[in-house]
């Protein structure tokens, strides 16, 4: 309102002139106490259609108001812009997405923080400066130094996917920061169990952790979200974060369980598929509560309105937490055997076998070692149970071990690291089996991941260094033998009965009640 713009304008950063923010912003979102009027927290679109100068005042902060106006001014925003767009058009204009972008500076972390929150990545820097001419040089004009440029991140993505992230409540902490992000991996890797070390997979094998920490912008085929749940409320350390406070005080004990989210990009420009990945971490080395039971199925069901009609896939899910979740419809759904083997104990049977280049197979059958490459996937697809695209091998799969004829290059046996450090997608063509070459792809794919997960593992700590303890993981169905024997042969040994299970959300009725 007219009579809010001074007050307004006395609390930002960049103090805008009246007859701007009076007749040039399209839309703006207030939140205002019922019995003064006051405004408290606020965003308004600029000019350029740009969210920009989200604000709450600082004794209403850290209570979730800066995310109700964020959300209410996207929603103004996305309808406005097709009211505009409408005009330009006789009849029905095309429908094209709006791209929704917001800056803030570099050093506003709590902005960045939200931004995230709602899915939105950071795609560019650039440079926002009041600047004059003289008759010798470009002088910049700013209160805070002769010439001072303000970089800042912009933000934008699909409106269809604006409210994916918005699910943070009083029990549901977010894990976005660079600090919060390598405290909750740090904390996987030392609570060992197999599941922790599949989500901390899932973490390093992304562009997660390197997005938040160095700005370094992979290609985000695959987007992750990391979330804890806590058995307690916990309050907010200095800069709004309660996983922040958690690593410094050394609290993980009032985290109940941590939650690995996984999309992956479609064909359609900044959208994903409507394919949703779950991986959870029982914050304990035994089975959770039933009252842990009952908050992972409540947390899932948060995810219905979002959700809803769409697959989720279980990764790897205990059957009891699953069993705890109702309204899920099953459309495909099999229980598989975990096994593991700890790195110290990798190589101590006598059946790890010689180099393969020196082997006795290699060189009568003329064959070389290799890496899986992308004219391989013709080959290997419909031999595998699951046959993973050429994005998910190039950008997912931290290691592969292909064997392959020397002279045609034709792959002959495969295996490769999953996402999550999971041995998964072994293969020996039916001509070449019983030859023992199942052992040396699953040999030098168990180097590889023990060199590559340290590797990664070390880059967490600035200090000290980490204890190279990493457990190695693969699956196998109860029926398949022969994979089971060769890996018992390696020293794996069962460790648990886990779902991998493809759900939607029943579609009658809404949300049951837990």
Known sequence: MPHDIDDVRGKNVISYDREYLEHCCPTSTCIRRSDTGAPVSWAYCHADYQIGVVLTLSEYRSRGLAKYVLQNLGDKMIQLFAEKMSLLYDTNPPAYPFKLQMVTELTNVNTQRLFARFGLKPVARVSWAECTFDSKELVGVSNRSNFAVTRIYLFHMNYESLEFAALETARVAPVTGCNELIAVAKHLHTLGTTHAYRALGGMLSSNLIETACFDKRLDDYVHNEVWAHLIDDVSVDSSGSRIAAIAKDELWSKVDFIVLLTMYRGSKENAYTDKLEVRAVINSTKDASPQTVDAFGKFILSLWGLWSGKSIFFKGIEKYLLEGIPGLEYLIQFHSLNYALDSKDWGKTSFFPEPFSES???????????????????????????????????????????????????????????????????????????????????????????????????????????????????????????????????????????????????????????
């Open 360 to 514: 006795l197979v290699a060189q009568k059958l003329q064959l070389t070692m290799t890496e899986i490459s992308a004219p391989d996937l013709a080959v290997m697809k419909g031999q595998n149970f699951y046959n993973p695209d050429n994005k998910y091998i190039q950008l997912c799969c931290p290691a592969t071990s292909c064997i392959r004829r020397t002279g045609d290059r034709a792959p002959i046996a495969w295996i490769c690291c999953h996402a999550d450090y999971q041995m998964g997608v072994l293969r020996t063509v039916d001509e070449y089996q019983g030859r023992g070459l199942a052992k040396y792809v699953i040999h030098d794919l168990g180097n590889k991941m023990i060199k590559d997960f340290a590797a990664k593992v070390s880059s967490l700590y600035k200090y000290s260094q980490p204890n190279d303890a990493y457990v190695i993981q693969m699956i196998a169905e109860r029926s398949n033998r022969t994979p089971i024997r060769l890996y018992e042969n390696f020293g794996f040994r069962l460790v648990a009965e886990v779902t991998w299970a493809e759900c939607r959300f029943h579609p009658a009725g809404g949300p049951p009640k837990l």
